[in-house]
């Protein structure tokens, strides 16, 4: 007897991009497997991004979600897990907001959500004019085919990017990884970046307690629960290639990642597998009384 299909909530985290955040959303309202739920979760961004949430109302029905926080300087980890708190499905999937899904993307993500895995996938690097065309013409690269990316797309239309710099790399039909197939060896995402999409059981991600709200700024925080997670015994997964994500070209941010050094080699060094600070300290910081905006509903 088939087990029942897990219930799946996307954690789409946002800050001060409403257009890219417009096509995420307009990417998620086309997948093939409707069965899920959207919480945009913003970092502080003005009401732009809010009024983007608030046009999608319709698209989603009652699936859609958007809780905000202040802006306090970057504290993703604090955004991510805000938003896992406003879920309601059994698998948890956090997409930033810079990243377009393709058609199948979900029904990829639900078929590899089995019991002893955490899901990363890869990622193709748009280069700036393609990413210029996506957001000023609309135009749809998620509905884009196999050929068209693999064969037909000029190469000069992708980032150079050493994690992509061709666009083969989406779509990589030797790459045979799957969780299906445990004696293929563990996935790890090129450079160990799950952040851009990481896919867990909400059972998972509540043992280990989250996101590590001790990281602000970028970088380390996924990496941090990538490795606590290890650590309970889970190995990381890839869905395969409609899994891959299509992220827009943005300049690159520099300079903070030093800051969470320290706290990510704790991490991968220590015995402990749950977060010091996370989501259940964050849950009583609401619960006692967190500033009025900190979870702001996109109907205001």
């Known amino acids: 007897m088939n087990s029942p299909r897990p219930s799946l909530t996307v954690v ?24 899920f739920e959207v919480v945009v979760a913003d970092d502080g961004s003005g009401p732009a991004s809010g009024s983007v949430v608030e046009c999608w109302q319709g698209a989603f029905h009652d699936r ?76 749809p690269v998620w509905r884009w085919s196999t050929f068209r990316w693999v064969v037909a797309a000029p190469r000069e239309l992708f980032s150079t990017h050493r994690e992509a710099g061709r666009p083969g790399v989406l779509l990589p039909i030797r790459d045979r990884r799957r969780p299906w197939r ?9 450079f160990e970046a799950f952040g851009f999409f990481f896919g867990v059981s909400r059972v998972d991600f509540e043992r280990a307690n989250g996101f590590d709200l001790r990281f602000v700024g970028w970088g380390g925080e996924d990496e941090d629960l990538a490795a606590r997670l290890r650590r309970i015994g889970l ?49 009583a910081e609401l619960e006692l009384g967190a500033p009025a905006d900190s979870t702001t509903p996109a109907s205001r």
């Open 12 to 35: 789409v985290v946002t800050y001060e991009w409403p257009g890219a955040l417009d096509l995420v959303l307009q990417a998620l309202s086309e997948q093939e497997d409707p069965a």
């Open 235 to 283: 190995r990381c997964g890839w869905p395969g290639p409609q899994s891959s994500v299509l992220h827009l070209w943005h300049p690159v941010r520099k300079g903070e990642m030093p800051a969470n050094s320290p706290l990510l080699e704790e991490a991968k060094t220590a015995s402990y597998f749950e977060a010091l600070e996370g989501v259940r300290e964050l849950a």
């Open 182 to 190: 445990p004696e293929q060896p563990e996935f790890t995402p090129p």
């Open 64 to 139: 859609l979600r958007y809780v905000r926080q202040a802006d306090e300087g970057g504290r993703l980890g604090r955004n991510r897990n805000l938003g896992a708190l406003e879920a309601r499905g059994d698998f948890l999937v956090f997409l930033d907001g810079d990243c377009l899904v393709r058609r199948g993307f979900l029904a990829a993500v639900r078929r590899a959500s089995l019991p002893g895995w955490f899901l990363a996938t890869k990622r193709l690097h748009l280069s700036a004019r393609l990413s210029r065309r996506v957001l000023d013409e609309r135009l």
